[in-house]
C-alpha cells in the first residue's frame, strides 16, 4: 500500500476526550427526554 496512510498511523491524532465530551454535553434535543438512557440503568454486561 504505498503512498496510503493506514487507520492505525492516525491513532490518537484526534480531538482529545476532555474536548468531545464538552461537544458532547452541549448537544440539546429540544422536547425529548433521554433521561431513561442515563447512567442507572442496566449496562450491555448485566443482559447476560
Excluded at 1 to 24: F, P
Amino acid at each position: 500500500m504505498s503512498g496510503s496512510a493506514s487507520v492505525s498511523d492516525a491513532y490518537g491524532s484526534g480531538y482529545r476526550v476532555a474536548t468531545l465530551k464538552e461537544a458532547i454535553d452541549r448537544v440539546q434535543y429540544p422536547g425529548v427526554d433521554i433521561a431513561a438512557l442515563g447512567n442507572d440503568g442496566p449496562t450491555r454486561s448485566q443482559h447476560g
